[in-house]
């Protein structure tokens, strides 16, 4: 399928990872620090999220047929009243019983869907960015007309990126703060060695957090995709991540039940779950992808009402690090949410920027009235 064409870039579009050379591909895209960018990424979204979503893989060739850069549309519904302060979102509900769909916002999204602290665009050194913003702004403005959406959205960059995409701004693009995200450099190559070099405080209250864990006769394990965890995430597994979802400060997209099934599938051995039980009960998961140098963790599940007694949400996130150290990477990221809790374990954070054009005026007014 092919996109839009500037003086010297072309951009092709591809629905399955098996309408695009993989060599072309891994040839401006690296796996290694950037998992998202594997193909089989792209299956995971297009197998699990609903039939309102369609992503689309990108290559931009220059004039010779060289791929030069790779990204990812993604048109998603977002609902506008996840993103409203919270005294908006009463009324809303309100709003919602006459008109279900009020809020409902179709959004074309240069990037994944799913927020998971990193751009999903990369490009082969010396690739002019000016040149690649306007066969990027075209394709995306001609998706976004023959799909109706309603905002087009370049999502997460860190601030050299988005100094680089700046010519987005002479395109009626508005830049923006979007979250903070939380990175931990791993210098070393089992957690015991990371837990060394942690201050006494630290040390003692991870102690002490493992007490409680035990103490409440509760057990942790961690497994790759391939060890059974499609049949292991059930759908009690699942609110157990909505619970969280429903406390965020901040939510952008909500994932399926199947996100964590196929991303189990897709990718069997780089794919880390860790999970807590309770007897036969799963109370606090992490889910996190790494390949190569790179590791996120994605999501996380609790219950709360088992919280206190066993600190479920310290317990799953060390042991999600764990799993991540465990692995040799070289950084993890670990959300993007404030957290001191973070800080302390030697995280550092970084914000992150969003490029947003609202196509319908009224839209507009809207983003800068209320949407944080």
Request: with cysteine; charged share 20%; net charge negative.
């Amino acid at each position: 399928m092919s996109g839009a064409q500037s003086d010297d870039l072309t951009c092709d579009l591809f629905t399955s990872s098996a309408d695009v050379d993989a060599d072309e591909w891994s040839s401006v895209c690296d796996v290694a620090t950037n998992p998202f960018m594997d193909l089989r990424f792209l299956n995971v979204l297009n197998r699990s999220i609903t039939s309102e979503t369609q992503t689309w893989g990108a290559l931009i060739r220059d004039s010779t047929g060289r791929p030069v850069a790779a990204t990812c549309f993604s048109l998603y519904r977002v609902d506008g009243a996840l993103m409203l302060p919270n005294w908006l979102r009463p009324p809303t509900e309100l709003i919602r019983r006459l008109f279900p769909r009020y809020l409902s916002i179709p959004l074309l999204i240069c990037g994944h869907p799913v927020g998971v602290g990193q751009s999903h665009l990369q490009m082969r050194p010396g690739t002019d960015p000016t040149a690649l913003v306007e066969v990027l702004d075209r394709t995306a403005q001609e998706l976004a007309r023959s799909h109706k959406a309603k905002l087009i959205l370049f999502k997460e960059f860190t601030q050299s990126e988005a100094d680089e995409l700046q010519s987005l701004t002479t395109r009626s693009y508005a830049c923006s703060q979007s979250v903070l995200t939380w990175t931990l450099n791993s210098e070393w190559t089992t957690f015991d060695d990371y837990y060394a070099t942690r201050s006494k405080r630290t040390r003692a209250n991870m102690r002490k957090y493992s007490g409680q864990l035990e103490a409440a006769g509760m057990t942790f394990e961690q497994r790759q995709g391939a060890e059974g965890v499609p049949e292991l995430f059930t759908d009690d597994v699942y609110r157990l991540y909505e619970n969280v979802l429903d406390r965020a400060a901040f939510r952008f997209e909500k994932v399926p039940l199947s996100f964590f099934q196929e991303l189990a599938r897709e990718f069997p051995e780089e794919s880390r779950f860790a999970f807590i039980r309770q007897a036969d009960s799963v109370v606090g998961f992490t889910c996190g992808l790494g390949t190569g140098q790179h590791h996120a963790l994605l999501y996380c599940g609790i219950d709360y009402e088992r919280n206190e007694e066993a600190a479920i949400y310290f317990n799953t996130l060390y042991r999600g690090l764990a799993a991540a150290i465990d692995t040799g990477v070289q950084t993890i990221n670990v959300g993007q949410s404030a957290d001191e809790f973070k800080r302390r374990l030697g995280c550092t954070s970084a914000p992150l920027f969003i490029f947003t054009k609202p196509i319908s005026p009224l839209l507009g007014l809207g983003f800068r009235l209320f949407v944080r």
